[in-house]
């Protein structure tokens, strides 16, 4: 550079990998000066060296070979000074991936992680059994280190891992932990604005944002369904639709939540959209998430059915459990978004159809979530209101549903008496003594035979087992209907005490005063001592005999 501008006073070494204190470095060890090789010059120090081919071509145990062997026996052998390395290497790009330092520290880190986990098996098992200081201290120190690399860097290394056996707990662990430590400001809600004066810089941030988020989500795709917590997958998915991450990356997030929606709470799936003018509720994704669901629960019974033996389904069932629960999860958040005034009634009601009949065993909470939306959309029209309120079933609706049901105004008439009729149907069947059947074209679909001898095996398995959950679905409801009639039949009991208490309290006052009567009787009988008197006792002994059959006739009259 002095050969070719003589008449420089200053030199210009941006361009030397690692700067104007890395070259000063390789300078003094040209002259003999000592300095120490550390993690935090090493890799600047091997790049240089390559910059400037200072080889064993020009002198014994020159920089290269001095780096080389500290990064050998130093830092290959060491997680964390591996760690430390790598991330010193992100800004040295690319002539640090060309001279090999990236590769052989992410081979370093991902060997030492899974050998610390052999190492410490013991250690963690000894761990569970002690305090709790004790586990945090056996957890892997390693996750929170991994956090202060690139993204890209980071992927390179999680693919490392999984090569080399680390436990799947404990790369979901570190995933997380990226996760929380690079989007905390996406996390607490600060968004860039585009029309700020520092958009270039906000779109910058956001679109690396954007990328660690798909990039995690990529990483989460390898890794069990149930390793991932529900709370992580939800957060996970409100930045993604924040931040507008590619549609891949929200429908594997989906994809994920769906198939453990029988465990997610209704404050996970109230997601706020951030489209205005629409719906305060992201209504679309919870959709996609339901669908999910069932063709898991349909997927479930594919292979069940698939088994050669037939085997009876339990009640208690997983796929029928599973079913229930979310059944009851989506009738809770049809009830919160059905106030939102800006939700369309087809939505609505293509959130209902989606569930099967046999997600409810009964429709009450169907109804209020109904009722719900009716109230608060007074505009809708004849034609709206009837298509809302045909998915009630009115023989699923118990007793004080029906009650209400039956006054409520705001319901279609025809809905109203509907209700009355079937709350007739029960009321006489009940008092005819015969068990209360909630479907009569089921019972009518029981009794009609055996299933056509041409359908398949496979499909008639398929039959089989849908008549099987419409029967525990029927006795569930029987339960239910059971239930009212032994709180009606409680009440009843009560009142008929009630009566018989205050009949046998006037009878017992009634008995008193006639006894009193007879003992004034009988003292005047004594006292006087004649025949003619004795004679007037004993008819009016005669008359009080036949008083007490009486008012003993009318008792029995009374109770009866």
């Known amino acids: ?10 030199l210009d070494l941006s361009s030397v990998p690692g700067g104007t204190q890395t070259f000063d470095l390789a300078v003094n060890f040209c002259y003999g000066t000592n300095f120490e090789i550390n993690t935090a010059n090493v890799v600047h120090l091997r790049c240089i060296s390559e910059y400037l081919e200072m080889t064993e071509d020009y002198k014994e145990d020159n920089l290269i070979s001095r780096t080389e062997t500290y990064l050998k026996d130093i830092v290959a052998q060491n997680l964390e000074k591996s760690i430390e390395v790598l991330c010193a290497s992100e800004s040295l790009l690319p002539i640090a ?6 590769s052989r520290c992410i081979d370093a880190i991902a060997l030492n992680a899974s050998k610390e986990q052999l190492v410490s098996g013991l250690a963690r098992l000894d761990c569970e059994g002690g305090s709790g200081k004790l586990k945090m201290g056996c957890q892997d120190w390693w996750v929170e280190d991994l956090s202060s690399l690139r993204i890209d860097m980071y992927q390179r290394v999680i693919a490392a891992m999984r090569k080399t056996g680390v436990r799947s707990d404990s ?15 996406v ?4 968004v860039w604005d585009p029309l700020s004066e520092h958009s270039d810089t906000g779109t910058v941030i956001e679109n690396e944002q954007r990328t660690i988020v798909e990039t995690l989500v990529s990483l989460l795709s390898t890794e069990k369904i149930v390793s991932v917590p529900l709370s992580f997958l939800f957060g996970m998915l409100r930045i993604a639709i924040i931040l507008d991450a590619s549609l891949g990356c929200r429908l594997e997030l989906e994809r994920r939540i769906g198939f453990q929606l029988d465990m997610v709470s209704l404050d996970d799936l109230l997601i706020p959209s951030l489209t205005t003018g629409e719906c305060f509720f992201d209504v679309d994704t919870v959709h996609r998430i339901l669908v999910n669901f069932l063709q898991r629960i349909e997927e479930e019974e594919d292979e069940d059915s698939s088994q050669s033996e037939f085997e009876s389904e339990d009640h208690s069932s997983p796929s029928h459990g599973s079913v229930l629960k979310v059944g009851r999860l989506i009738e809770g958040y049809l009830a919160e978004i059905a106030t939102d005034p800006y939700l369309k009634v087809q939505k609505f009601i293509t959130i209902i159809e989606l569930l099967p009949d046999y997600a409810r065993v009964v429709d009450d909470g169907l109804y209020r979530a109904i009722d719900i939306y009716l109230k608060a959309h007074p505009s809708m029209t004849e034609s709206e209101c009837k298509k809302l309120c045909k998915l009630i079933d009115c023989q699923k609706l118990s007793q004080q549903a029906a009650s209400h049901a039956a006054q409520n105004d705001r319901l279609p008439v025809h809905i109203s008496l ?5 709350e007739q149907i029960r009321l006489k069947e009940a008092l005819n003594g015969n068990p209360v059947n909630g479907d009569f074209s089921f019972s009518q679909k ?17 039959s089989l087992r849908r008549e099987n959950r419409e029967l525990k679905l029927e006795i569930a409801r029987l339960r239910v209907r059971l239930s009212d009639l032994e709180k009606e039949q409680v009440s009843m009991k009560q009142g008929m005490l009630r009566g018989e208490k205050s009949d046998h ?12 009567g007879r003992m004034g009787l009988f003292g005047t009988a004594v006292s006087g001592g004649g025949g003619g008197d004795q004679r007037k006792f004993a008819r009016k002994k005669s008359s009080g005999r036949e008083h007490d059959a009486k008012g003993r006739r009318r008792h029995r009259h009374l109770n009866a």
């Open 1 to 10: 550079m002095l050969a070719d501008s003589p008449d420089l006073d200053k």
């Open 97 to 102: 991936e060309e001279v090999g330092v990236v």
């Open 171 to 185: 790369i979901t662990t570190s995933l997380m932990h990226y996760a929380q430590n690079s989007l905390k400001a």
């Open 187 to 190: 996390g607490h809600g600060k």
């Open 418 to 422: 509907r209700v009355l009729y079937f």
């Open 446 to 462: 029981i009794s009609s035979g055996v299933p056509s001898t041409a359908v398949s095996p496979r499909d008639n398995y398929a």
């Open 505 to 516: 309290g006037r009878a017992f006052f009634s008995t008193i005063s006639r006894g009193i």
